[in-house]
């Protein structure tokens, strides 16, 4: 595996990235594991026992990649009390938009589209970072902030990943779901976004490959769900502990460890293996809204705040590995 990354993110003039608001979009459709084995070799209690879910959110038609990332990106811009003539910047996170025309081509229409709801002219683009996207997002808009290139920068994770499902794959068809989250990330006189952890294992390059099969329409996301298991219990707790280090705290220094909704068993295993005290919350969001990729941590994030599980000026860790494979993780204050 590579060695990890750190990525300092540079401090002009006393000014920090800081999160000042988030949002969310969460699909209508709330589909039960029963449903999902009418179509899947399996039983709802194999997919409960190898995954945590319960139930998760398919997008309806009209529920498209636009909509749900425009309305997470509202929301987080009236929880900040912010304009979309006050948004610099648009990174949005995705890995389901598949068009004809090639993923990169079809994500870039789509930070374009997600501007023009928004009614802002600010420069929009892609995140390709798979589960990933969002930590990165964040990555990228504290850079940006920090060399005078962005005051504020929508951070929007998105996804249809329903739409890229193979319904027989026992590796796949029970885990993935749709929503969006997002994050205005602006500045303020103290720090808000810790150091980033991030890096890619490039030996896990085809664990998680999303490709164009004959017979199929559209493109087909596969995975080697135990291959990715075993790298997460075993590689998570390292990356998640030099993220706490290079933010100068401890595991009992945190009130949240908010890693991507990947599967149960590894959010459980690596939040035993870190050693965060009992009364550290940990996000448990894919029991009930499955893996959203991209939008798991901005939406677990934001269910954390509106039921009161963390206040403003509470830190939380993030963490989200994914595709490549690559992973990035950091520490933030919530607004």
């Keep these: ?72 990106a509202g929301k987080a811009l009236a929880d900040a009390g912010a304009a979309p003539d006050e948004v610099d910047q648009i990174l949005v996170a995705t890995m389901s938009d598949v068009g004809t025309a090639g993923t990169a081509a079809a994500a870039d229409r789509l930070a374009a589209e997600v501007a023009r709801r928004l009614g802002t002219a600010a420069p929009a683009e892609r995140v390709s970072a798979a589960c990933a996207g969002f930590t990165v997002g964040l990555t990228l808009a504290a850079a940006s902030g920090a060399h005078w290139l962005a005051r504020t920068c929508l951070v929007i994770g998105v996804e249809r990943m329903s ?78 502990q030099d993220v706490l280090a290079r933010s100068g705290v401890g595991p ?27 009364e550290v919350a940990v996000a448990r969001d894919i029991v009930d809204q499955g893996n959203t990729s991209a939008a798991s941590i901005p939406l677990a994030l934001n269910r954390m705040r509106t039921s009161g599980t963390l206040r403003g000026g509470d830190l939380a860790v993030l963490v989200g590995f994914g595709a490549g494979l690559t992973y990035a993780g950091t520490v933030v204050r919530i607004p």
Excluded: K
Aim: aromatic content about 6%.
């Design 1 to 72: 595996m590579n060695t990890t990354h750190a990525a300092h993110v540079p401090e002009p003039d006393r000014h920090h990235a800081v999160l000042l608001g988030i949002g969310d979009y969460r699909p209508r459709r709330i589909v039960t594991n029963e449903e999902i084995c009418r179509t899947l070799d399996s039983s709802p209690e194999w997919i409960l026992r190898r995954s945590g879910i319960r139930t998760r959110c398919f997008a309806g038609p009209e529920e498209t990649l636009a909509d749900m990332a425009a309305t997470a």
């Design 163 to 240: 739409d890229i499902l193979d319904p027989t794959d026992r590796s796949t068809a029970f885990l993935f779901a749709d929503g969006a989250g997002a994050a205005l990330v602006g500045r303020g006189t103290e720090p808000g976004i810790g150091t980033t952890v991030w890096g890619t294992d490039p030996a896990l390059r085809e664990a998680i490959t999303v490709r164009e099969e004959p017979g199929r329409a559209a493109p087909v996301i596969r995975m080697r769900g135990s291959t990715v298991f075993r790298w997460a219990v075993t590689h998570l707790p390292g990356i998640v």
């Design 252 to 278: 009992g220094d945190v009130q949240a460890f908010v890693p991507h909704q990947a599967n149960l068993r590894i959010i459980e295993a690596v939040a035993e293996s870190v050693g965060f005290p009992a």
